[in-house]
């Protein structure tokens, strides 16, 4: 048993890189495309969720920070290591001396296994490295189980961004990482009674992750080898959690009591789906609207002085596209998408997939803000460089690096990157100007952002999403009478990539981007 793990490899880039290693296996194994992690989004929780069966509640490893000796949540059993039964330990117990092997990029990964119960066990500094010690390993003692975890993809995710050209060609070199594993196995004559497994830890969304997102909290998993149906398309619900429970039953070993994981049965040669498997109505694949998602840039876009052109297309060339203008979920019965069509004025665009069958799709949707340039619009930005931040850093004490005029409350890369120190990309930044309200009542401000924000409206803090975290989304409430009212954001970088994104609701105001057109820079 080989078990692959690629840190941070999304879905969408098996599918989009060139990976022709993964894509072989998909079509003579069996393939789980959405397979859901566990919350939050991150590292440490589904690497030990992926070796433990079992979730964070079970656990106790709640986020990156994990150490045995200051978690605030212990493992509800524990071996004497003093950590939750993994699959190393369980198959030790069954396997008293079997040879069982860990290598892997991140030193991290360590702390999350009982070493005692490891015949290999070692950290290596790159994935060149990491695979090919790993690979020595296998022909040499050709283990009953083996784990390899490369690093290189979420690395790639975090600095150029998930996505990216950059990140697929991280995605193309684990491929063939892979690849140089598959040949290993049959190097050592393991090939007609080796199963592999290839999975990751989660996904991501622009410079991160950690969030409740689609993009972020679902990765693939795919089953090759020995036992394994060809060509298959998992239909079972499975979870991160469930990887352990299903290494357990190929080796026909029995799991512990506090696993929840269950095992991918249907992904084995004369097992069936569930009997009990409820599928509800099956979804398609979104329509995309352009300009689309890219990086932390929310779909549509901002338009100073001219109209916006939206365009739409379906994943399935038969299904139709029905859409709204008004931020009203569409239904069959919405307006039927044909040709690109133009707004003049600024609108939350939501879109949906239907099929034939009758089936539909998540709704997708994008934010359109028309501004003039002429009108008085903007925030005054204020830059500041920092050093160890690991919270919002008392802005009344220090001195901008450097300021102007933003649109909207956002942050562009290509501006801040040339600010940064070369050592370091701590920053903060305060945006300030005054929000034009229509209509009076109650509304609900949220910040998204990667790391720490808070907002303030009429000098009231409404959104508190400090300290540092990847892309958190918090809110707030507020009552406002018609009018301008003073409007304040305030954020910091502790390192890696960055983002921000404010979004509003109110009467008559489906929840949406703070658009350009409503700030201002003074109050008439």
């Known amino acids: 048993m080989v078990v692959i793990g690629i840190d941070g490899m999304s879905p969408d880039g098996i599918r989009k890189a060139k990976s022709p290693v993964m894509h072989k296996m998909i079509a003579g194994g069996a393939v789980k495309w959405n397979v859901r992690t ?67 990029q991140w030193e991290g990964f360590g702390r999350l296994i009982e070493s005692g119960d490891l015949s290999f066990n070692k950290p290596f500094k790159t994935e060149d490295s990491t695979a090919a010690e790993f690979i020595k390993y296998l022909v040499k003692k050709q283990p009953v189980f083996a784990f390899l975890q490369l690093d290189d993809v979420d690395g790639a995710g975090h600095g150029e961004g998930h996505g ?15 690849g140089e594993v598959v040949k290993g196995i049959k190097d050592a004559g393991m090939e007609s009674n080796t199963l592999v497994i290839i999975v990751a830890d989660h996904g991501g969304i622009g410079y991160g992750h950690g969030g409740a997102t689609l993009a972020e909290a679902e990765v693939a998993m795919i089953f090759y080898g020995s036992g394994m149906k060809k060509g298959y398309q998992i ?18 070993i029995t799991p512990p009591y506090a696993w929840t994981g269950r ?39 901002l338009y100073i002085d001219q109209p916006a052109t939206v365009k739409m297309a379906a994943a399935a060339a038969k299904d139709e596209i029905r859409y709204t203008t008004t931020g009203k979920q569409p239904d069959k019965n919405s307006t039927l998408y044909g040709p690109p069509f133009t707004l003049d004025r600024s609108a939350v665009v939501k879109a949906r997939a239907f099929d034939k069958k009758g089936n539909e799709s998540l709704t997708v949707t994008a934010y359109f803000r028309i501004a003039k340039s002429n009108a008085g619009n903007g925030l005054k930005t204020s830059f500041y460089t920092g050093k160890e931040w690991k919270h919002l850093p008392p802005f009344a004490e220090l001195t901008p690096d450097k300021t102007w005029i933003s649109p909207e409350f956002n942050l562009s890369k290509a501006q801040l990157q040339p600010l940064l120190k070369k050592d370091s990309s701590t920053f903060a930044v305060a945006m300030e100007g005054y929000i034009d309200i229509d209509v009076a009542g109650e509304y609900t401000f949220y910040t998204q952002s990667d790391d720490g924000s808070q907002l303030f409206v009429k000098d009231q803090k409404v959104v508190d999403n400090n300290d540092s975290h990847g892309v ?53």
């Open 38 to 104: 566990v919350l939050p989004s991150s590292s440490s929780p589904n690497w030990a969720s992926l070796i433990m069966g079992a979730g964070t509640e079970a656990h106790g490893i709640l986020d990156n920070d994990w150490e045995m000796d200051n978690a605030t949540l212990p493992p509800v059993v524990s071996g004497k290591s003093g950590l939750f039964p993994t699959i190393f330990s369980v198959i030790r117990r069954s396997e008293p001396s079997a040879p069982i092997a860990a290598a892997y």
């Open 235 to 252: 239909r079972q619900q499975v979870y991160t959690y469930d990887l352990a429970a299903s290494i357990a039953f190929a080796l026909k």
């Open 263 to 301: 095992p991918v049965k249907s992904a084995f040669i004369n097992f069936d789906e569930p009997e009990n498997l409820w599928m509800g109505k099956e979804v398609i694949a979104p329509p995309t609207i352009y300009p689309d998602k890219y990086l932390y840039a929310q779909a549509g876009g």
């Open 472 to 524: 958190i989304e918090r809110s707030g409430k507020i009552y406002l009478a018609q009018g301008r009212h003073a409007i304040r954001a305030n954020y910091f970088n502790e390192m890696g990539g960055f983002w921000l994104d404010a979004f509003y609701e109110g009467p008559g105001l489906v929840k949406q981007l703070i658009p350009a057109g409503k700030l201002f820079l003074n109050t008439q």
């Open 164 to 178: 990216t050209p950059a990140y697929y060609l991280a995605v193309a070199k684990a491929d063939s990482l892979i």
